[in-house]
């Protein structure tokens, strides 16, 4: 990936959140935006062949991503679902956007080779 990608994940986390925080009923239109990114970004990115190292790295950042985001899903069912901020399911909503945030910045980290 790209760091362009990850500053695409990160933005659009960071826009979510807030839009979570503050217009709740709007939360989803983010991930509209995500989308329509998303699909103009497949059009524009030509084949790239991983190196080992690469698939590893990739590996490891979609790991310890999926291990935040399970960790954001269940303190937010846990702390927010019963407080505005997280009813109807705007909790799962939230942790998706954080997710976003976390996978955005470590794909921005710089690789170790």
Same mark, same amino acid.
């Given at each position: 990936?790209?760091?362009?990608e990850g500053i695409?994940?990160l933005a659009? #986390?960071l826009? #979510?959140?807030v839009f979570?925080?503050?217009?709740q009923?709007?939360? =989803?239109l @983010?991930?509209?935006?995500?989308? $329509?990114?998303s699909?103009i970004m497949?059009?524009?990115? *030509? @084949?790239?062949?991983?190196t080992e190292?690469a698939? !590893?790295?990739f590996r490891? !950042?979609?790991i310890?991503?999926?291990i935040c985001? #399970?960790? =954001?899903?269940? !303190?937010g =069912?846990?702390?927010?679902r %019963? *407080?505005p901020?997280?009813?109807?399911?705007?909790w =799962?909503?939230? %942790?998706a956007?954080?997710?976003l $945030?976390?996978?955005g910045?470590l794909?921005m980290?710089p690789?170790?080779?």
């Amino acid at each position: 990936m790209k760091k362009q990608e990850g500053i695409y994940q990160l933005a659009i #986390g960071l826009i #979510g959140v807030v839009f979570c925080l503050v217009l709740q009923k709007w939360a =989803f239109l @983010p991930l509209i935006l995500m989308g $329509v990114i998303s699909v103009i970004m497949i059009r524009r990115i *030509k @084949p790239v062949e991983f190196t080992e190292a690469a698939q !590893l790295r990739f590996r490891k !950042l979609n790991i310890i991503s999926l291990i935040c985001w #399970g960790v =954001f899903a269940l !303190l937010g =069912f846990l702390l927010l679902r %019963s *407080k505005p901020i997280g009813a109807e399911g705007q909790w =799962f909503i939230l %942790s998706a956007y954080l997710f976003l $945030v976390v996978h955005g910045l470590l794909v921005m980290l710089p690789a170790k080779e």
